[in-house]
Structure formats: structure tokens, C-alpha cells
């Protein structure tokens, strides 16, 4: 999110599927390697280009697959209805005009992009919404939302980088309350989706597709030609989605040292027995961590 970059690689992240720059940033010293020996860097995209450093010769490092990750590429489409006619079957694309219309009819419809600007006061307004929207939603699925631990975090630090044209806020509102809110997070051309929740009493609008739709005409209009929805398999990516990519963890480790290596295998171990219950459709589907932490809590609480 503050656009870092880990110290073992060069200051330069390119997007290979559009061939640009999406970060620079600063190029981080590599200090105290010999205390940890062992370090891992976490959900890197394989479109994303890093380029290591040139690292002193007993720092060895290990990248294991660990996700598929789900992505719109529009870089070949000149406009949305381009899209929508390649991804989209003629039923659906229906279904989903007549979605909008019937949502526009029957409540007073408006879409805000917040990209450069927003008022501080309607800011902390729609944070407490998308919170509450979240933990009803997840309450109801039992399943327990990470984010809602660290939201303090994420509004202190969401804000700026908004005015910075490097996060937005997606918004449909009805009236004045806020009924869908999506979080992106932006370089250079490319966006990555990071949250995204809407009221369910509208559940009956398909309030997920028609904000995806808002947000792509965005994407088109000004620019952006790359929308990432990130990890985790769902219909919905499933359908807006035409390209998936695996997410790598590299872990880096001293070569030299004897409790390094012995952590790496524990760590390397580890991550390929999870992938290992991934691909065989146990972790993720037959069982779903973010339900059992959900009841563990309500055990503990």
C-alpha cells in the first residue's frame, strides 16, 4: 500500500502484461540479514516483474507457488461494451442491463469515484459504513474478515493515499446512504481491488456485478487497463475474470547456516503441504479456515 519495496530486490516493479513501470520506489538497504537469517517475502504476482538484487552468494532463495490469483486485463478492448461481449454471455449481459435499470428505477441511484479527493468528514462516514457492512455480511456467512481487525490501520493510512491518486473509493449510493462500497488500491495503470461489500437488502440487484460493471466503465475512462480481484477462486471471479496467475512466496535464507536451513525446510514444508490440500480442493473448500476461526472466536469471546 506505501508502495515499498522488500530490500532483496531493485527499486523497479514492471507489469508484464502491459509491459510498463507500475512502481518505483525506493531501493531499501538490506540490514541485519546475519540476525534473522531467514526471511519471507509474501503474494507476489508472477505478472509482476521483480529483479532481484545481487545479493552477497550465501543469501539463496526459494519461491514456492502458493495461490491463483484472478484479474480483468483490458488492455485489448477499446471500450467496455468490447468486454462485456467477449466475457460475458448474451443471457448475462442482459440480466445485467436489466439489473441496473430496475435498481435506477426504484431508488435514487448515484455512482462516486473518490480518486484525488474526498471530504475527511464523508471519508470516516463511509469507513464506519463499509465497516459495519462487512462485519453484517460476514456475521451472517459465519466466516471470520481479517480486515476488521486492522481497520483502525487502514483508515489512518487509506486516506492520503486517496488524495494521492493512489487508492479510491467506489461508492453507490441511494439517496445519501451508502449501499455498495468498494476499496482499490492503484500503480500506474493497474488497480487491485482490496475490499469490496454492499448493503444485502439490495441483494436482489446483483449489487456485486453491477459495481463491477460502474467500475470498469472507471477503468476505461481513465485509464487503467489492468483490475485485480487477487486470490481466491469464486464464481464471481470466475466470471468477470480473463486471465488467472499464481502468487508466489519467496523465502530467502542464509545458505551458511545450519538453523537457517533447518527453518527453511520447516517454513518450505509447510507451504507445499498447504498448496498440496489447496490442489486437491481440501483447504479452501472442504475446509474453510476463516469459518473455524470464526467459531473459535465466538468460543473465546
Known sequence: MRGSIAPFYGKDVRNKLTDEII???E??????????????????????????KNLNPKIKVTKIKQYTGFLIDLST????????????????????RSKIRKLETEHKIRYSFYHGFIDKEEYDRLFLELYNLLEH???EKKMLNNNLGKWDYYQEIVYPLILEKRASLFVIYDGNKPITIALQFHLAHTVFSYIQCYDIAYSQYNMGDI????????CFENGFNVLDLSMGETDYKLKWCNHQYNLYFHLFYNSKSISAQYR??????????KQYLRDKEILGKLIRLDK???QIKKLTT
Open 23 to 25: 512502481c518505483s520506489g
Open 27 to 52: 531501493e531499501n538497504e538490506l540490514h541485519n540479514f546475519n540476525n534473522f537469517n531467514i526471511s519471507t517475502v509474501w503474494d507476489i504476482p508472477e505478472y509482476l516483474e521483480v529483479t532481484q
Open 77 to 96: 478492448f477499446a471500450k467496455p461494451d468490447e468486454f462485456l461481449n467477449v466475457q460475458l454471455s448474451s443471457r448475462n449481459r442482459k440480466k445485467l
Open 137 to 139: 455480511r460476514f456475521e
Open 211 to 218: 459495481s463491477m460493471a460502474k467500475r470498469l466503465e472507471w
Open 264 to 273: 527453511k525446510n520447516l517454513i518450505l514444508g509447510k507451504l507445499k503441504f
Open 292 to 294: 473455524i476461526k470464526y
